[in-house]
């Protein structure tokens, strides 16, 4: 049977300027060919995308998760803590990967601080609550 829309070329294949032959799949082989005006290869760049070596390409845990369980706790630590956390994406897309980092830093610092200060405090007012309840049936009962 034949293929209807043609077979494959016999013969020798034209090359494209990159020295892959046409329809081939895969990198290119041979030396990379200089572009037009001096400009270098786009295949080699040492910054793609405009990261600095060595950064990966996701930002940190802006550690959110701190902020949001504190809010239940003590909201005025709350608030910096999710100050921090949303700023830390746009300080990566910035490029700015230290500030980005230590805004995560902070996020997470603020929401455990408002975390245990929220709980330390609910843990004394019910502490108080017994006290009270306990002295109450004492006096109660005598």
Do not use: E, H, R
């Not at 609910?122 to 006290?131: A, D, G, K, P």
Request: hydrophobic share 35%.
């Amino acid at each position: 049977m034949t293929n209807p829309y043609g077979g494959p070329p016999s013969g020798p294949q034209p090359q494209d300027p990159y020295g892959q032959q046409q329809g081939g799949y895969g990198p290119p082989s041979g030396p990379m060919p200089q572009q037009p005006y001096g400009q270098p290869s786009p295949y080699g760049q040492p910054n793609p995308y405009g990261q600095q070596p060595g950064m990966g390409g996701a930002p940190p845990n802006n550690n959110i998760g701190w902020g949001i369980g504190s809010i239940f706790l003590c909201w005025p630590f709350a608030i910096p803590s999710l100050i921090k956390a949303t700023s830390v994406q746009n300080l990566w897309a910035q490029g700015q990967y230290q500030q980005a980092q230590a805004a995560a830093d902070d996020a997470k610092k603020w929401g455990k601080i408002g975390i245990i200060a929220g709980a330390s405090w609910w843990v004394l007012i019910i502490l108080i609550y017994v006290v009270l309840i306990v002295i109450g049936i004492a006096a109660a009962s005598s």
